[in-house]
């Protein structure tokens, strides 16, 4: 079985849109407020919604997508608290209809209805409607509600604790993934999402998180951001500062994914991070879209170039499909085993 | 020839913090101003305070090392304009008598007095002293001077333009490199280094500058940040914007050094970036220091592993190590050529 472990749903419908209009200029214009949060789509529309999704599944023979909002969708620092809670729950509700319609294509993750200067305790109700109610197996967690400013407190800091507690207890891993960008140094996909990758997973070399949560897992995505291809700098600077070996320190409770574009970067990856800390994942539809005119294929089916490492075990390559996914979200382990699905052995 | 384009002054004499500190502590209290910028460091004191990047050069084998002052100290956002105008003078004038007491082995570029809300142009005095009274070859531009909240234009803004006018005139590139981080997100050279240079590609993808300066050079410290390893994105990000393929666009006018402290990184620099656009550099005395135990040598001793990237012809192998160098610093080829270094043919 191929798990893509990080989707979003680029796609939505028109409604989705028009809702968000409507909800932020009633900030401005109380009389322009949407009056219901039910966007009347069809399950035909939904269904249509994911169709692109549906056909790269099947061309690039992947299985199972676990699906997640539009990351820059969730724009976090526009609006107030209550509009994040609102679109934040009405976002998590549509990937929930996709995951009943279609349990075979996709398994949801959520987003949290954080915002700048909120505490990442005032998310915990919407963690675990999405856990308990909606099914999901994951949630996406936000280093930067600013967008793009950076003036909240390190995902290490003793405010996120309340967060990671339930987590820990609901057994769900976080994908550190900020959203859009109203900073105009950073672009979205190619600057700010990048930068919060490295930026998170430097702010855990110099924490302790796991100290305090040794079964909290985060994965990072965009390949880990420029982490790889520095894995010499982070060794390093792990040691000037004292602290235990990178893998040893770090490896066990941290994940990256391979949502990186060509293969050279996807060589690297495999041959420096650990076997069982990478998860596959495409992004798609994605960041970035198109024919890559070097290959010839899409420049977000990263499946192709995992297939092209040489190098990769049998045992390797399931890990990196397969297995570390199950290892790293346990409510997907589960729910694939009670469909059926056994785990390989090797 | 072996020329090293990336050193910071790291092991400045004890004199010169006193110096800071008591400017910095001048802006509180008028009476604890220093009295002179004559730190009455003497020859030997500035000689002494080399011998350990001298020891460098001849133990890993580079020759010339182009030497600025160090980044986290221009700390653009602390103090005053005029403090950083000072600040900068004197950090530079220190470089110019390393340059002038061991021209063999050092040759300078300068930092500018930036600062929060200056505008670029204001360092055009400090940007033309640097090169015709002090020798410099480069100039080091801070891309960022709030030290981490990113508060000023992008480097493609036109608010920068009077001082690239002023570097292609000169002739002088400029390193993208910013300081030290306020920010408590950002760790200085784990996050904040890394996500500069990222952000500042991106920025150059987005903008068209090469078009209003296309005689105007920047190299791109740390291997170009995470760029390399997501070169599939970012060539993906220039197709999806409508540019011209991403080589053709922007490396005529842009370079990476190869401050990148693991081999499997280098490896990937040296295969995905044109070959007329990497320099060589170990950031010697750099960001990380110490043993790698995984090679038993230096993590920044980053020539021994262009040496073992056995795929570079020599030809190539010239053009990281010096013949790039003297393309990108035409200052810097004619002071060799002065010399009697010409250039080698292949």
Known sequence: MIIDIHGHYTTEPAAMHTFRDKQLAGLVDSARKPTTTDLGISDEQVLKSVEKQLAFQKARGSDLTVFSPRASGMAHHIGTEATSIEWTRLSNDIIHRICTLLPDNFIGVGQLPQHPGAAPKESIPELVRMVKELGFVGVNVNPDPSGGYWTGAPITDKSWYPLYEKMAELEVPGMIHVSSSCNPNFHATGAHYINADTTAFMQLIQGNLFNDFPTLKFVIPHGGGAVPYHWGRYRGLCLNMKKPPLVEYLMKNVYFDTCVYHLPGIELLTKVIPMDNILFASEMVGAVQGIDPETGFDYDDT????????????????????????????????????????????
């Open 303 to 346: 499946k192709r170039y995992i297939d092209q490492v040489g190098t990769l075990s049998e045992a390797n390559r399931y890990k990196i499909f397969e297995g570390n996914a199950r290892d790293v979200y346990p409510l997907l382990d589960r729910e694939l085993t009670r469909r059926g699905h056994a785990r390989q052995t090797f």
